[in-house]
């Protein structure tokens, strides 16, 4: 009785793991070859995986309430970004739709990302279960599964950003009074 448990178990388990790792990949295959966009990247391997490497997920804030122009002075850099971000705003039709589709295109990577972690703690959790092989699993596979769930979580932050974003450039755009086809 209990093995037959066991067994329904584990493979409801296999089936609910929802998208697998290779049908990820054919979705993303597909979403690069219908991107129209000519932008080249290089990967190495310093680049992969670091947050050094990702594009800005946030514009700084315009002001900040209750700040002098002196405290802003004594703090460096932050005067010089906030008057970058504000020559660097879009202002005519190729440059919103620009920016959309770079704050589209950087939350279908997070979000694709994010993808990929919860495959790949789904696939530690299975091991946990299921591995014979491993002497000790616990002590070696829940260090593992902790490290991957602080991905998980730094994932679908990153996610919510890009998000957030695509809506701060909505509205934005609405500010501007730019027609709305122009985040398209």
Known sequence: MKTALLILVLNSMVYAQGVSLGDAA???R???KASTGNIKVTVTNET???????PP????DKA????TDAESAKTPGKGEAKADAKSEAPSDETSWRE???QARDNAKRAEDRAQVVQLELNKLNMDLLTRS???NREGQLNPLI????????ASEKALEDARQKVTQLEDELRRSGAPIGWSR
């Open 57 to 60: 997920a946030e514009e700084p």
């Open 64 to 67: 900040e309430p209750g700040k």
């Open 48 to 54: 992969l995986g670091t947050a050094a490497a990702l």
């Open 99 to 101: 920016a959309f589709k």
């Open 133 to 135: 092989d491993i002497y």
């Open 30 to 32: 597909a979403r690069q």
């Open 26 to 28: 054919r979705q993303e």
């Open 146 to 153: 902790d490290a991957k769930n602080k991905e998980l979580a």
